[in-house]
């Protein structure tokens, strides 16, 4: 898991993908977190009660978050987290256009 800061900017009504790449996972989870701190996911399941909402496990070590229909409300910070001690953490700002 990297460190940085990625940007992904989508059209309001379109799909965002936010990038987590995690890499030796073994018996940790997941999260996916938005601006306000509430999580959407953990590992594969959606906890928010939000269909547009899902992670995408496409190979070993990537789980992305995928949203439809993105409202302009969207925009902000999300944190992938890893529930290690202490925490591994990789931020995404959403822009939305």
Known sequence: MDNDVHNVT???????????????????????????????????????????????????????LHFDKVKYGDQGLFICQINTDPPLIQTVILSVI
């Not at 953990?42 to 070590?61: M, Q, S, T």
Request: aromatic share 8%.
């Open 10 to 64: 989508v059209i309001e009504g379109h799909e965002a993908i936010l990038p987590c790449v995690v890499n030796n996972l073994g018996r940790h989870q997941v999260i996916w977190q938005d601006k306000w701190k509430t999580v959407l996911t953990l590992n594969d399941r959606r906890i928010i009660d939000d269909e547009r909402f899902k992670v995408d496990n496409p190979r070993d070590g990537h789980w992305n």
